[in-house]
């Protein structure tokens, strides 16, 4: 599959033969489409599940039976804009899908970053495969580079559920890497708040950008979240890169969608992942529409005597 399509296809041979009536839709979540902008930043991210039911080249437009997006509307199956048509040839009726539904604040409503989890083509073939993480799957043993210059491994991390995201400090985008790292903020303070769950916990912010992002660069922009600088200020929250040889493994392993762009930005996808204690993914939240709140919750569950 091209990077540049910006379509991340997934398969699951016969994992997953589910086929959705024709009368369902579901949501989706939000990314960029046509140009990078600061507008784009306000887009509305929705993940979304269904089939593929028909294309239509002359208008870029792709019909999805979906199942319901709650909080935005109840299954259907309606006809929806590609937010890049290049990537129209690569979507077959029949394809089992999950994407990203983006809604502008003028109303516009997109589709992107398709992942196909049941194939309908038998012959076709992607180059990249991408795996959406999914409870009990264990966790490679990634190394990285954090914020100090210090190689870490995700196995250091055993014994303590990690939360980790991905970021890259030259984001332009408010509702995208900064949206996210916000958040961990907030989760931050809140785990600071519980001595015991606070030592059962890390915070990981990984960035896929190793070319500018140094660990200099990355102590800068994680110090202006965490509120300080000093020895300690990362004890808890780190903020990494891989090499560029290793950013391919870890971005494929955890579904996130990346393409360099032509202005120097990146077109991505979010990922964020809470890893148990073991190692094993506890709960993936794709897209932006989760909150601090929601992973606390998560988190409170692995540890209910903390």
Not at 258 to 278: A, K, M, N, Q, Y
């Amino acid at each position: 599959m091209k990077e540049a399509m910006k379509l991340r296809l997934c398969f699951f041979g016969m994992l997953l033969p589910l086929l959705l009536p024709t009368a369902l839709v579901t949501g989706c979540r939000a990314r960029q489409a046509q140009t990078t902008s600061d507008d784009d930043g306000q887009y509305k991210v929705y993940p979304l599940r269904g089939k593929i039911v028909s294309t239509d080249p002359a208008t870029g437009e792709v019909t999805i039976a979906h199942e319901a997006i709650p909080g935005y509307m109840e299954a259907m199956t309606m006809p929806y804009k590609l937010r890049d048509v290049r990537i129209i040839g690569d979507l077959h009726p029949g394809d089992m899908v999950t994407a990203d539904l983006m809604i502008s604040p003028q109303g516009d409503v997109y589709v992107d970053h398709f992942v196909v989890i049941g194939q309908a083509k038998p012959d076709y073939k992607p180059a990249v495969e991408f795996h959406v993480p999914t409870a009990g799957d264990a966790v490679p043993d990634f190394r990285l580079t954090n914020e100090n210059g210090r190689s870490i491994d995700l196995r250091e991390f055993r014994g303590k559920a990690v939360l980790l995201t991905f970021i890259y400090t030259r984001c332009p985008l408010p509702n995208f890497c900064p949206r996210v790292t916000r958040n961990f903020a907030v989760l931050e303070k809140s785990l600071a708040q519980d001595k015991k769950l606070y030592g059962k916990t890390h915070l990981l912010c990984v960035s896929f950008d190793p070319e500018h992002d140094t660990p200099a660069r990355l102590r800068s922009y994680g110090a202006e979240y965490i509120g300080s600088d000093d020895a300690h200020a990362f004890d808890h929250w780190d903020f990494a890169v891989p090499t560029t040889k290793n950013l391919t493994a870890l971005s494929h392993y955890f579904d996130v969608g990346i393409t360099d762009e032509t202005d120097g930005t990146i077109t991505h996808t979010l990922s964020t992942t809470l890893i148990g204690p073991d190692g094993k993914v506890v709960k993936f939240y794709p897209g932006n529409d989760w909150t601090a709140q929601e992973l606390l919750t998560d988190v409170q569950r692995l540890y209910p005597g903390a």
